[in-house]
């Protein structure tokens, strides 16, 4: 009889930092924080690039990818929401890389890339 193979495992975001993926690292990348209790997702975003503050709101799939709500506000006073389906996987370091499959309220979709990064220190 031969053993099933396991399937790997779904990386839990709880607790992780994640950073954009942007082009021009020097120009500043927003960042946040990730959570899990459960079969709830949800995450707060800070200043960086173009982003002022914001937040997501999710639920888990058994296969470890989630579907989302969020909304934005940008360095402008812009707001920004819609849906994505993000799927966490691990990169050859280790780390977790989400690749979010995003649809805006205003009709524009589009995939980003968050990595995870170390915790900042953040003065109080």
């Known amino acids: 009889m031969t053993a099933a193979a396991q399937e790997p495992l779904a990386p839990d975001v709880d ?3 994640f950073r ?3 082009e021009d690292p ?3 990348a927003p960042y946040g924080q990730y959570h899990r209790e459960d079969d709830l997702i949800w995450a707060e975003f800070y200043a960086g690039g ?3 503050s914001g937040r997501l709101v999710g639920h888990l799939r058994p296969d470890g990818s989630f579907d989302a709500a969020y909304c934005l506000i940008g360095a402008t006073g812009e707001l920004i929401s819609g849906e994505c389906h993000s ?5 050859a370091q280790g780390n977790i890389r989400i690749t979010d499959h995003f649809r805006r309220s205003d ?4 995939t980003s ?3 995870q990064i170390p915790a900042p220190v953040r003065e109080a």
Do not use: N, S, Y
């Open 20 to 22: 954009l993926e942007v």
């Open 26 to 28: 020097a120009a500043g």
């Open 107 to 110: 009709g524009t979709t589009g």
């Open 87 to 91: 799927v966490p996987e691990f990169d």
């Open 113 to 115: 890339h968050i990595r």
């Open 50 to 52: 173009a982003l002022r």
């Open 15 to 17: 607790g992780a930092w």
